[in-house]
């Protein structure tokens, strides 16, 4: 675990695997913490340096007035790595980490050598969506955030893998209980603005795109319209809700793996 001094605050970091490996950043879902990859973390150290952080808003990092953008989210990404002298690194994010990802194509794709996008949309929900959680959680704090805790099982896990893995789900969904309600609110702002749809044309970088079939938040549509619109990007699909990457664990490594270390 380590600090990066951002020019508002902290952001907390944490590095695996070999020193000198190509490095790989993995960019967290709303409402988790850079814990949300420790199934992965074993399989991807064998082969790159995994650098993981919490988003600003979420974790140990810090929590500024909202409401964020992902522009800001992507910005902080660049500042971690150039506070850690990266000049190049591979890129998977899920969901809000996914749009980081997409933002960092667009944007600042001289930084990237392949990006992983998984769960995730050009444009995730509506402000019909968003707009009343913000106001829930910015009204009621920690008690709206258990409330959503409770709801996230079944948009981030199907049922069968929550009764067969309560212990599991129950790690995952308490990251939500934990996370600030400011810098919940500030977030699920970035991703209700976020708007991609008309700019992945632009992103020259490989990219894998990965959806969950039982997926409610991004549906597989999501992906495939990504897919459709990244010149040359590849697809895969788990059978699976919300968080791919928990749920099917070592397939996806595998899948993530096969596209990183490719020729």
Same mark, same amino acid.
């Given at each position: 675990?380590?600090?990066?001094?951002?020019?508002?605050?902290?952001?907390?970091?944490?590095?695996?695997?070999?020193?000198?490996?190509?490095?790989?950043?993995?960019?967290?879902?709303?409402?988790?913490?850079?814990?949300?990859?420790?199934?992965?973390?074993?399989?991807?150290?064998?082969?790159?340096?995994?650098?993981?952080?919490?988003?600003?808003?979420?974790?140990?990092?810090?929590?500024?007035?909202?409401?964020?953008?992902? =522009? &800001? $989210?992507?910005?902080?990404?660049?500042?971690? +790595?150039?506070?850690?002298?990266? *000049?190049? #690194?591979?890129?998977?994010?899920?969901?809000?980490?996914?749009?980081?990802?997409?933002?960092?194509?667009?944007?600042?794709?001289?930084?990237?050598?392949?990006?992983?996008?998984?769960?995730?949309?050009?444009?995730?929900?509506?402000?019909?969506?968003?707009?009343?959680?913000?106001?829930?959680?910015?009204?009621?704090?920690?008690?709206?955030?258990?409330?959503?805790?409770?709801?996230?099982?079944?948009?981030?896990?199907?049922?069968?893998?929550?009764?067969?893995?309560?212990?599991?789900?129950?790690?995952?969904?308490?990251?939500?209980?934990?996370?600030?309600?400011?810098?919940?609110?500030?977030?699920?702002?970035?991703?209700?603005?976020?708007?991609?749809? =008309? &700019? $992945?044309?632009?992103?020259?970088?490989?990219? +894998?795109?990965?959806?969950?079939? *039982?997926? #409610?938040?991004?549906?597989?549509?999501?992906?495939?319209?990504?897919?459709?619109?990244?010149?040359?990007?590849?697809?895969?699909?788990?059978?699976?809700?919300?968080?791919?990457?928990?749920?099917?664990?070592?397939?996806?490594?595998?899948?993530?793996?096969?596209?990183?270390?490719?020729?």
């Amino acid at each position: 675990m380590g600090f990066v001094q951002l020019a508002d605050g902290e952001l907390n970091y944490q590095l695996d695997g070999p020193e000198g490996a190509p490095v790989l950043v993995l960019s967290n879902s709303l409402g988790t913490d850079l814990h949300m990859w420790d199934i992965q973390i074993s399989a991807f150290a064998e082969h790159f340096r995994v650098l993981r952080f919490d988003t600003r808003g979420h974790g140990k990092s810090l929590v500024t007035e909202g409401p964020y953008s992902i =522009e &800001q $989210l992507g910005q902080d990404v660049l500042a971690l +790595l150039d506070a850690l002298h990266i *000049e190049r #690194a591979h890129f998977c994010g899920l969901s809000m980490g996914g749009l980081i990802g997409q933002w960092l194509g667009i944007n600042a794709g001289e930084r990237l050598k392949r990006l992983v996008v998984c769960n995730t949309a050009a444009k995730i929900g509506t402000p019909e969506v968003w707009n009343p959680r913000i106001e829930m959680v910015l009204r009621d704090g920690p008690v709206a955030m258990v409330a959503l805790r409770d709801a996230s099982i079944a948009r981030w896990f199907t049922a069968d893998f929550a009764e067969a893995n309560p212990g599991q789900a129950k790690l995952i969904t308490d990251m939500l209980a934990a996370t600030s309600p400011q810098g919940y609110a500030a977030n699920c702002a970035a991703v209700r603005d976020a708007d991609f749809r =008309e &700019q $992945l044309s632009s992103i020259k970088t490989p990219t +894998l795109v990965i959806a969950g079939t *039982e997926d #409610a938040v991004t549906p597989p549509s999501g992906g495939h319209f990504i897919q459709a619109h990244v010149q040359g990007a590849e697809y895969a699909e788990f059978y699976a809700a919300h968080l791919s990457n928990v749920q099917a664990g070592a397939a996806f490594s595998d899948r993530v793996l096969e596209f990183l270390l490719a020729r």
